[in-house]
């Protein structure tokens, strides 16, 4: 990980252009386009449905968008297989946790370490230690030599983000690595988020947890339906109606109005 | 750490059959012989289906092939070019086998699960099929292939191909490459995440597998003497190997050797004392383990599961 500097950069770090995914006639995606600074935290959210896991699974390389192309470092990354985008600093957590079950704790970071980035220079003894220590900073390394399918639920979660930290990413996408966890738990994981982005990760957060976004996130992109509705600082777009409009309803949004106007 | 090998006192206990297994020849006894080394080439066989099959987690039904390329190689080079040195035959065996299974692969490997086996089935029939239209290999009558003068030279040969392929499956859990042919198995998806390119594993993985059918196959084709179509891709030397890993524990280094043994070690008693319906018998053996041993033996002797595992599978068919 580099020093957080902010580089001069005149191209863009992070960049969706227009993509679209189109599964037959849905179209999850519906021309999508924002930009994402080096070392911002970004906030993804939107409905269920509304296509942040697919935008997901587009940056990350693990679906090829119908249309549009994303941007890393001045590359497009669109036609760059999965395991290649992993190795430019694009690293991702999945929303249902995909644990190498007959694999202890430690192995299942021990092959990112092996595979990733950099990886091609570590030997197997040294995947294991550093392995070890991403274990350490998420707080497993109790149980590093427990098998994967032994974790509960928080702990797949946890396992998950050291998975892909090991991969040593500029970027790290985390689909929902919230959900589930008690208020005590959330604070932990947004001071680990934040312990992150410090070192200099910029993360792209997918989250229900409305509290987690607004207090990690330097900008918010709302999606619905598959397109971009806002964009812009947390508190502004999560009051803007649109937004609103699109969680909870037309109806509750004109019923806000009436209220408001009746006050 | 070396969590892949499996159990550590039944590899220990493994190796050591196999060192007494390289004794078998001074006994002098012919069946004895034919015997060990029948055991020999099943293990070999049974290693390499368990590197894709065990480790990658690709059922291949389609290993013969590599197996009756080996035979083919051998028998080519006694019968074109009169050469019958076994070293060389297992050298030509290997890399035409890995050239073959690079080639299918590459376009098969992008195939999952059944979808593969099935696949790999195919290969299997097509192949027997053109090997029995080509006359430069003997078409359908087959090629005759000159035993060397000491004959229990190819009990030695076979002998060291098992014992190599032990020990490149030994060697293969404590290296980066073992990691990925797991990581394949278990999430094909989060392994390509993590970093590992997944077609390129598999076509490794299938050409090792491919690598060991053939040596075994070429030494076999020499101690056999003959080759035709239906003896080099036999229906036995594709299935047994599998249930053989099937048996001992898929996806552990000893577990294609102790298969081989107990699978040899039934079929034998079977055949000697019920000779007409042997094979019933077989095929009931090949049901039960699949049925209350699904990964085999050796995953008894892992922390979980245990012979809990056993009695819990019992009581999941109400028996």
């Not at chain 2, 239209?133 to 076979?158: C, K, T």
Request: glycine share 10%; with cysteine.
């Amino acid at each position: 990980m580099s020093d957080a500097g902010p580089e001069p950069t005149r191209r863009t770090f992070l960049s969706i252009d227009n993509v679209a995914m189109y599964f037959g006639g849905l179209h999850a995606l519906d021309g999508v386009s924002f930009e994402v600074e080096r070392g911002a935290v970004l906030g993804l959210i939107g409905p269920n449905g509304s296509g942040k896991t697919t935008l997901m699974n587009v940056v990350s390389g693990v679906l090829k968008p119908t249309s549009g192309n994303v941007r890393f470092g001045g590359r497009r990354i669109a036609d760059v297989p999965v395991y290649a985008v992993c190795r430019l600093g694009i690293a991702r957590t999945f929303q249902v946790v995909k644990p190498f079950a007959n694999l202890s704790v430690r192995e299942n970071v021990a092959v990112g370490a092996m595979y990733g980035r950099n990886g091609s220079r570590r030997s197997a003894r040294a995947s294991f230690d550093r392995a070890q220590e991403l274990l350490e900073i998420v707080g497993l390394a109790r149980i590093a030599e427990r098998f994967a399918s032994e974790l509960t639920v928080p702990d797949r979660k946890r396992l998950e983000v050291a998975k892909a930290l090991v991969l040593d990413p500029e970027v790290l996408l985390l689909d929902e690595v919230m959900a589930g966890l008690n208020a005590t738990e959330v604070d932990a994981a947004l001071d680990l988020l934040r312990t992150i982005n410090q070192r200099g990760t910029t993360l792209i957060v997918v989250e229900h947890v409305m509290k987690a976004i607004v207090s990690i996130s330097t900008s918010v992109v709302v999606l619905a339906e598959g397109k971009k509705i806002a964009e812009g600082a947390p508190a502004e777009v999560l009051a803007s109606p649109r937004v609103i409009e699109a969680y909870l309803g037309a109806r509750y949004v004109k019923r806000q109005r009436q209220r408001e106007t009746d006050a | 750490m070396g969590g892949l090998s499996g159990n550590a006192t039944a590899l220990r206990v493994t190796v050591a059959i196999l060192i007494l297994l390289a004794f078998v020849p001074l006994l002098h006894s012919g069946y004895d012989e034919n015997l060990g080394r029948s055991v020999l080439m099943f293990a070999t066989l049974s290693f390499g289906w368990n590197i894709l099959g065990g480790y990658t987690g690709y059922v291949s039904f389609g290993n013969v092939v590599f197996f009756g390329i080996g035979t083919y190689t051998s028998a080519a080079l006694w019968q074109h070019w009169h050469q019958q040195s076994i070293p060389l035959a297992i050298g030509c065996a290997v890399v035409v086998a890995v050239a073959f299974a690079i080639v299918l692969g590459i376009p098969i490997l992008r195939l999952r699960g059944h979808y593969f086996a099935i696949a790999t089935l195919g290969i299997a029939l097509a192949t027997e099929e053109i090997v029995a239209n080509i006359d430069w290999l003997g078409a359908g009558s087959g090629q005759a292939v000159r035993p060397l003068e000491a004959f229990s030279s190819y009990y030695f040969a076979m002998w060291a191909v098992c014992a190599a392929s032990m020990l490149v499956t030994y060697l293969i859990t404590r290296s980066k490459l073992g990691y990925a042919f797991v990581a394949i198995r278990e999430n094909e998806e989060a392994a390509a995440v993590l970093g590992v390119d997944a077609t390129r594993y598999k076509v490794i993985a299938w050409a090792i597998s491919a690598a060991m059918a053939a040596a075994a196959g070429a030494v076999f084709a020499g101690a056999n003497g003959f080759i035709d179509p239906p003896t080099a891709f036999a229906t036995d030397d594709n299935v047994f190997p599998i249930v053989m890993a099937l048996l001992g524990g898929v996806g552990t280094v000893a577990g294609p050797l102790i298969g081989a043994l107990i699978l040899t070690a039934i079929n034998e008693t079977l055949w000697s004392h019920f000779p007409q319906i042997h094979t019933l018998f077989f095929g009931a053996v090949i049901v039960l383990v699949v049925l209350f041993l699904p990964r085999g033996l050796l995953w008894l002797m892992n922390t979980r599961g245990g012979w809990r595992g056993v009695v819990a599978a019992f009581g999941a068919y109400r028996l």
